[in-house]
């Protein structure tokens, strides 16, 4: 692990952007020249007033904050919605440095629209995070671009080491690896969401209920994690031969969860793919 980072631009810093920056912040690592995050409005600048080593701008106070951002950071992190990304470009290539890394947080954003606008040369490397990033349990996918270096390439994955666990693929698969890890976080929030809507269904105070499903999934996780051991297996030490769990694998298994999840990434990479059409 890196004991220090080199300076840091967040140009669009909210749930995404925001989530990266304040793990890497948690991290307590050093990052040399500091980090400074820029957005729209006072009320999202202020979120990050008096985190350590950050300078935050609003733009609606400082119209120029992403050129002044840009000009003295070594990695550029590109965190607007994506049909933002094109104009954002525009606006600080004349500020990048020959050196500096850009690195698109976007979704569908592509490598080819980047080089379009900030030239070939441009050394670019796409992202794909998600925003367990904050609590540094983060995923990221990353798939370089071709004038991006190895040491540039060894660089941002640090960056990201730092906030969690880091996938290289290659530029073609990081619209799939967005509907697995990027998206999942909501995918699971949902299955908390539904199985708590369960508890309270038997009768349970919405308090209790709250406790129950979400210290199951915490214990859960954490099992799996510590135990090394296979989710299957995990599983099986739960389902008892014809006990009750069976009864009710058997009613979720029935819903065709495999097919669900199946259509539910499929859709995902279609959106991505209108995102990257510009739609
Ligand atoms: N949310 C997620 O889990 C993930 C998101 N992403 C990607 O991250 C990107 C951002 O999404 P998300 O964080 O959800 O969106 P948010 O709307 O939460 O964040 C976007 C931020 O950009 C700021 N902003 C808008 N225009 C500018 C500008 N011209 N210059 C600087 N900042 C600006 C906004 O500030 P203000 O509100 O003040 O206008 C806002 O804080 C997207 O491209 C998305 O595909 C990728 C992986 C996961
Ligand atoms: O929903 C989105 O488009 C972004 C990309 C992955 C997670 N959030």
Sequence with gaps: MADSLPSLAFLGAGSMGGSILRGVVASGIHVDGGITATNRTTEKAEAFQGLAGVTSIALSDRPEGNAEAVAGARIVLVGVKPAMVPDLLREIAPH????TIVVSVAAGVTL??????????ARVIRSMPNTP???????TGLAAGTAATADDLTLVRRLFQTVG???EVPES???ALSTISGSGPAYVYLLIEEFTKAAVDMGFPESDARLMVEQTFIGATALLEDSGEEPAELRRRVTSPKGTTERAVAVLQDAHLDRTFADAAAAALARARELAAGA
């Design 112 to 121: 080819q629209t980047f080089a379009d606008v900030l030239g070939a040369d």
């Design 96 to 99: 990048l440095a020959a050196d």
């Design 165 to 167: 666990a880091v996938v």
């Design 133 to 139: 990033s904050t609590v540094r349990k983060g995923v």
């Design 173 to 175: 698969q990081i619209d």
